[in-house]
């Protein structure tokens, strides 16, 4: 019973933030690949079998760690967002954000858009729909109407583009995150209409 | 002897082509995972001990399947540029070109610009310069000086993105990848003075 006397137990309703808290503790430190079910019970210190009522694959653990990204993606472009002077700016502003957003936690952006990204879990597919609703909306609000699909797509493609790089480490340049992406990020509103 | 006695063998310069291309074939079924020395030697029909005086190590191997990938990406934007009519059809032609390479390859596409890829290689740095040229090269003819730079990481980044998109099954579109990346080409260009 060794194992049961050390676990943490936990009120139902705080296992699952704990057991996503802990997976993204291990994403970070050693990608998907670092990640089971097993070690994150040890990390969360809870039992081996603790997880499977929430999480019965693991899956549907990194489906949930992945819908958690997009929710905090989603906040750091509202609040970027309307913090925001006017329409362009907002969309400026939300470009830079989204850029730093995958900086700042590389293994989370990379589980969040890889090819290794779980499918078929409807948690995750619409905290992603709700991520990009924040630009759809931003985009809709000052743009006409014939073009917001390409300028939507256009915004979001350029501000992915430039995060993949330099998560993926393809640029050597010697200006932060931050600054690239507020340059690329003007230079793409000048052709917003 | 019976390795020996049924493998192939090749002329010195021969060897080479063949295990990368052998590589390729691996990496497009299962991914960097499914790729090692010995799985390569086996798909291209030599010893297990043939492929050392070239790659002495999987990096290395996969160093050179990248750099092969750069060549090729190179040269599939140098005849989509110099089909084109004028400059500015020229850089359009260049994204569309980008999207439709990663599309149709996606495993070396991956490999090339994903974090897996082979650090300190000269030959595979100096084939990605080759590449990143040929854009470089078609903004400077006709954008200005002080605007090149920001310029060219504008237009990488968006087809970029939407390749990475593309590949990674993140859009839901009806178009095809060539339409999008014609459409998201045009915007961007408006931004291009």
Redesign the interface.
């Given at each position: 019973m060794y194992t049961m006397s050390t676990s943490k137990s936990y009120h139902h309703g705080d296992l699952r933030p704990a057991l996503i808290q802990a997976a993204l503790e291990l994403l970070r430190e050693g990608g998907t690949e670092a990640l089971s079910l097993r070690a994150v019970t040890r990390r969360a210190g809870v039992s081996a079998m603790a997880p499977y009522r929430h999480f019965p694959e693991k899956e549907a653990l990194l489906a949930s760690v992945a819908a958690h990204g997009f929710n905090r993606l989603r906040a750091t472009l509202s609040t970027a967002d309307s913090n925001a002077a006017d329409a362009r700016e907002a969309l400026a502003a939300q470009g830079v954000a989204y850029v730093r957003f995958a900086c700042e936690d590389?293994a989370l952006f990379?589980l969040m858009?890889?090819?290794a990204?779980p499918?078929n879990y409807p948690e995750l597919g619409a905290a992603g729909d709700a991520a990009y609703g924040v630009l759809a909306g931003r985009v809709a609000s000052f743009c006409r109407e014939a073009?917001r699909a390409?300028?939507a797509?256009?915004c979001?493609?350029?501000?992915?583009?430039?995060?993949?790089?330099l998560?993926?480490?393809?640029?050597r340049q010697d200006a932060s995150p931050v600054m690239?992406a507020e340059?690329?990020t003007r230079?793409?509103?000048?052709?917003v209409r």
């Open positions: 590389p990379r858009f890889g090819a990204q499918r073009e390409d300028v797509l256009t979001w493609s350029v501000v992915h583009g430039l995060a993949s790089l998560v993926d480490g393809q640029l690239l340059r690329v230079l793409v509103l000048r052709s």
